[in-house]
């Protein structure tokens, strides 16, 4: 059993309920149109209207997934300026040293200044390290978790996540 193209698009999530229900509003009203005229001048919707009909339909679908993709974008940018704003504003100073402390970011090394307090909080999970514009800051934890919750990418990690089993044979205070 074939279902109407209304039904379809509904069922597609292209339109909504009230946009479907306008559309009809809109046809009827037409057609209302027609029955006023006299019955030799009355006819019924020709293939031209028909599709004309559609491609309006199929045009506020577009545009409504258009106006979703851009409000997407938006919500992204803001996600962005307020994890900029959170780091800029909350990031600790980097320690005048040239100990480093490594780290791993996805499948590299990589690493930032660390003197041994900063080391020792990086392990307890004071501080954490997030990603700004293609470099790393240290941040207090609490600033860390907010920024989690904006872009869970953001945040390198925390050092009690990742402690170590007194098990498996690695010291816990191996620097590398």
């Given at each position: 059993?074939?279902?109407?193209?209304r039904d379809q698009l509904l069922q597609a999530g292209l339109v909504n309920e009230k946009q479907a229900k306008e559309a009809e509003r809109h046809l009827r009203q037409q057609q209302r149109?027609?029955?006023q005229l006299p019955k030799e001048k009355?006819?019924?919707p020709t293939d031209a209207e028909l599709a004309a009909q559609r491609a309006q339909l199929a045009k506020a679908t577009r545009d409504q997934e258009l106006n979703r993709q851009q409000k997407e974008q938006a919500d992204k940018r803001a996600r962005h300026?307020?994890?900029?704003?959170?780091?800029?504003?909350?990031c600790l100073p980097r320690p005048p040293t040239d100990e480093?402390?490594?780290f791993v970011d996805g499948n590299k090394i990589r690493s930032i200044p660390a003197d041994q307090l900063v080391r020792e909080r990086l392990r307890r999970g004071e501080i954490a390290i997030v990603r700004r514009s293609g470099g790393y800051e240290?941040?207090?934890a609490e600033i860390a978790a907010r920024i989690r919750e904006r872009d869970e990418g953001a945040v390198i990690g925390c050092g009690a996540t990742h402690e170590a089993t007194?098990?498996?044979?690695?010291?816990d205070d191996l620097m590398w």
């Open positions: 059993m074939s279902m109407s193209l149109g027609r029955q009355r006819a019924a300026a307020q994890i900029e704003q959170l780091i800029q504003q909350n480093r402390y490594n240290l941040v207090p007194p098990d498996d044979g690695v010291p």
